[in-house]
């Protein structure tokens, strides 16, 4: 991973640059219009400020914001936001695990992800856990939606939406670049440029290309040496044509973006013992195992103003996703290779039981056809098409702020899986048996959708209420194919489909009090499908109950919102990445659980005390919540297993807290986070938490710094993990693996 395909690019932005140009401002694009102005009628805010104005829960990441830490993982962007549960994986956020409000985190397959509104997991409908996942790095801004306001998104509503912020085409001609070098010889570069210029009176045309980089070596260290990092590369292309000032304003956007990511990665953690011993190595039966994922994604958007109170946003996309990934699965102690296997997952956690077994995963002894490896092969599609009619008006003397929106959605998982077997000898791996290509897993599951919101938001002096209306209606299928048929000539064995129709209604309420506090509270159904193939399960639905206030005067602000979520039937899916022990896909009801919690957001700009030209912010972001399941029962999933009521569920921790600190200068700048995370269980259980199955609490500190050397190039330094914090990031699937530990990175940026 010697590449430095962007570096050039970045220095030569540094070096053309005029001298005259300014550096660009963080905050520079919210001074003029609203850059994301092409999809206002279809998010919920495009700005901190519109964020103050929702009747609910929502916070904006800003790119004044994002350029504070310039992190590329969104789990530790996501710090910064209230009601998030985070499930740490590679430490990287490659793949990450998010839930809102105890929504559950594996895949994040329990929320909604968009990127510029267009749903972004591989299959949102058919398969929606989250292999792929935008890249972090390269985003303009993010909000992060929870209650009510979520309602007109879907198909997903329990816990919440993401929608990130691609870089939107500049008005004037910009670039921008950034390079850092690191620790892991972590190497990072991004840079884009683009613009907009008149063609035809009013009539601009304008573009903008992206490019971004990212790879490292890792810190993890197998035991034999060999790479444990990752390498990975996106582009993105927008053009454009925008009539905004015509009588019939218009603009018309076409975006293509590309991801391509090889990386070096395993289920396969360390038993509890070995983690205390040495955290960050890795096992060499793991030696080989590689994701490889690639996808596409086009999307097409049309707005047009039919008058200034009545505009129509319309957009079309398509995404496509490929990976593979290769790795670990299982281990035959009597080497019969993949019919004889004992899942990695219960080898790590009971390697007495298992010593056999744990001492081929060590390469304490070789054995042929011992060490099994899956071809984890999918290929995803989504497609689909989405209207948003906004229509502001008054009767009956009261404003009326109201939006239509339909979308026709399908999408696609194609399962095409086999296993192999090797021998691990010396620290290299062996292929004694090669599998047939299909033969672990033939398999299509598909989703069709169609969905409909009414909102209207209406206002009456100081009193804001918002009713909304989602309606869902979809259909799921999965059709399996006999694993000795791999060109599929002979049709399914067993097609199953399920088709439901779900209605969400959602209601808030904001009353300005003074100028200065501001109440808030709503209510809404939340709702998650149950997966294909899973004619049995019931959906999962909640009603979700939020109230709250913000405050702001001066230079300070904050928020308080308290939630309680009543789950009728909390759904768990089966996924590798949960622990596996049952069939991939299959679900299980968990019945009625409760959710309550309380967020607070704070900020204060230390600097209004003095009479001082330095900004001085300090921001505290708090999260406390008490997730429960309410009736007994037995599962076959692992992280519920036998359940009594009042057991906790896994991965959600008590409590979460941000301080965060800072100075601004005119030309230097420096900033610090504190994140502390309370302990958590890895299965649901409650009083006191097994060894083995204890996410121990800790404190992790990000810092950086920056000083413009000249009015267009900055140096900027920054350390995560500042005091190099060891700790357990999640026992699952397949024991211990640790968070990332210090990792310095210095560079340099461009703009201009």
């Known amino acids: ?29 919210a001074e003029k219009d609203d850059p994301y102005r092409l999809l206002s009628t279809v998010l919920v805010t495009s700005s901190a400020a519109d964020a103050q104005e929702v009747a609910g829960s929502v916070s904006f990441l800003s790119d004044a914001d994002l350029a504070v830490q310039a992190q590329t993982d969104v789990l530790r962007v996501l710090r910064a936001v209230p009601g998030v549960n985070i499930q740490e994986e590679d430490g990287y956020g490659l793949r990450p695990n998010i839930g809102l409000r105890g929504s559950g985190s594996d895949r994040s397959s ?38 009510p306001a979520a309602v007109r998104y879907g198909p997903r509503t329990t816990g919440g939406a993401i929608n990130m912020f691609s870089t939107p085409v500049p008005e004037d001609f910009e670039g921008f670049g ?59 292309l927008k053009f454009g044509l925008y009539n905004e000032d015509a009588a019939l304003p218009q603009s018309l956007e076409f975006k293509y973006q590309s991801r391509e990511e090889t990386s070096n990665e395993t289920y396969l953690g360390l038993t509890l013992e070995d983690f205390r011993e040495a955290p960050y190595r890795r096992y060499d039966a793991s030696r080989n195992d590689e994701f490889n994922g690639e996808n596409k994604l086009f999307q097409l958007t049309h707005k047009i103003e039919f008058a200034p109170n009545l505009t129509l946003t319309t957009f079309g996309y398509r995404h496509d996703f490929f990976r593979n990934w290769y790795k670990l699965q299982g281990i035959a102690a009597d080497g019969s290779g993949a019919s004889g296997d004992t899942g990695i997952s219960s080898i790590i956690a009971d390697p007495v039981t298992f010593a056999d077994e744990f001492a081929l995963v060590t390469g304490a002894t070789s054995l042929d056809d011992s060490i099994v490896l899956r071809a984890n092969r999918r290929d995803y599609s989504s497609e689909g098409i989405q209207s948003v009619l906004n229509w502001q008006t008054a009767w009956g003397g009261l404003d009326h702020d109201l939006t239509f929106g339909l979308r026709v959605h399908e999408d696609e998982e194609d399962r095409f899986q086999e296993e192999d077997a090797y021998r691990l000898e010396t620290g290299e791996l062996f292929l004694t048996t090669a599998g047939v290509p299909g033969s672990q897993a033939n398999r299509v599951s598909s989703g069709e959708a169609l969905a409909l919101f009414v909102e209207d938001r209406i206002r009456w002096n100081r009193l804001a209420v918002t009713a909304g209306l989602r309606f869902e209606d979809y259909e799921l299928s999965r059709a399996d194919y006999d694993t000795a048929d791999p ?28 100028d200065e506090l501001t109440l808030v509270a709503g209510v809404h159904k939340g709702f998650a499908i149950a997966s294909p193939g899973n004619t049995s399960s019931e959906s999962e639905e909640s009603t979700n109950y939020e109230a709250g206030g913000r405050y702001s005067r001066g230079a300070f602000s904050a928020e308080a919102i308290a939630y309680f979520n009543d789950y009728s039937n909390l759904l768990g899916t089966c996924t590798n990445s949960s622990g596996g022990g049952c069939v991939i896909g299959d679900q299980f009801d968990g019945g009625e659980v409760d959710v309550k919690g309380l967020e607070l957001t704070a900020q204060w700009d230390a600097a209004s005390l003095l009479d001082t030209g330095l900004s001085l912010p300090l921001g505290l972001v708090y999260t406390w919540t008490d997730a429960e399941f309410q009736q007994a029962f037995a599962s076959d999933y692992e992280p519920w297993g036998n359940i009594e009521a009042g057991d906790k569920l896994p991965y959600v921790p008590e409590h979460q807290l941000t ?31 097994p060894a083995g199955q204890r996410i121990e609490a800790r404190w992790v500190a990000d810092a950086s710094i920056w000083y413009d050397v000249t009015d267009r190039l900055r140096l900027r330094a920054k350390a995560e993990n500042l005091f190099d914090e060891v700790y357990v990031a999640s026992i699952d699937p397949a024991g211990l693996r640790p968070g990332k530990p210090q990792e310095i990175l210095v560079g340099l940026e461009v703009s201009f």
């Open 1 to 29: 991973m010697k590449r430095l395909p962007l570096v050039a690019l970045v220095l030569g932005l540094a070096l053309s640059a005029p001298a005259h140009a300014q550096m660009t401002a963080p905050d520079e694009a």
């Open 110 to 147: 329990r929320i909604v992800l968009m990127e510029d509104g267009v749903p972004i997991a591989p299959a949102p409908y058919a398969s929606p856990s989250a292999y792929y996942f935008p890249t972090t790095g390269r985003m303009h801004a993010i909000e992060v939606t929870k209650g």
């Open 178 to 236: 950034q390079a850092f070098f690191g620790t892991d010889d972590r190497q990072r570069a991004h840079a884009w440029v683009g613009g907009r210029e008149q063609v035809a009176g009013s009539l601009q045309a304008g573009g903008l290309i992206e490019l971004y980089h990212d790879e490292s070596d890792g810190f993890k260290k197998l035991d034999s040496g060999g790479p444990t990092g990752f390498d990975a590369d996106d582009i993105v």
């Open 487 to 514: 060109d599929r000539s002979e049709g399914p064995t067993r097609v199953r489909t399920l088709n439901d129709q779900v209605v969400v209604p959602g209601l808030s309420v904001l009353y300005e009090a003074t």
């Open 659 to 689: 301080l965060s600190a800072g100075i601004e200068a005119s030309r230097f700048g420096a900033n610090i986070q504190g994140n502390y995370v309370d302990e958590a269980r890895a299965r649901a259980g409650q009083g006191t938490i």
